[in-house]
């Protein structure tokens, strides 16, 4: 089908001229799967549920890509979600705002709360009714778990501390 390519113009019926008469652009030859896609989001962009592409995102609608260049963009765009992918499972991220990890560490911190109180083998009673091999193991990761808050406790006030530093300095 001869169209208007240009994702960001409203047109998306079939023209018969070398240019669009609504945007100027090129008209090209477009096939049945990459019509739907351009229409596709033609709509979306005109019912604003899509803001407009930018120059480079509608280039390879404009122009049309050969197989190499699309087969260069799927690798892309696949290496894009793996790294995306991995992202999650890193405790931060460079690009992590302050206030992204905080937020985190509070989530950390409430499901820590929450696990341990809803844990019995926390509560002394629980404790005394295990084996001792088990009553070790549990005064084991208590005390890991006492560590760790320490260690968060102790991080605040460090933070805490380097704050009031910086704040003098300026
Ligand atoms: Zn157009």
Not at 26 to 53: H, Q
Request: charged share 35%.
């Amino acid at each position: 089908m001869k169209m208007c390519p240009n994702p960001n113009c409203p047109n998306s019926k079939g023209v018969n001229g070398d240019f669009c008469p609504e945007c100027g652009t090129a008209i090209r030859e477009v096939g049945f799967l990459e019509s739907g896609e351009i229409i596709g989001i033609k709509k979306d962009i005109k019912k604003g549920k899509k803001p407009p592409l930018t120059p480079e995102e509608s280039k390879r609608y404009i122009t049309g890509e050969t197989k190499e260049e699309k087969e260069q963009r799927q690798k892309n765009e696949k290496m894009i979600k793996a790294q995306q992918k991995r992202k999650k499972h890193q405790l931060f991220t460079e690009t992590m705002s302050e206030d992204e990890i905080r937020n985190k560490i509070y989530i950390d911190m409430d499901n820590l709360a929450k696990q341990e109180s809803g844990t019995k083998w926390m509560k002394a009673g629980a404790m005394l009714s295990f084996n001792s091999r088990d009553q070790m193991i549990a005064a084991g990761l208590k005390a890991i778990i006492d560590q760790n808050k320490l260690m968060i406790r102790q991080n605040e006030l460090l933070l805490r501390e380097i704050k009031k530093f910086n704040n003098s300095e300026l």
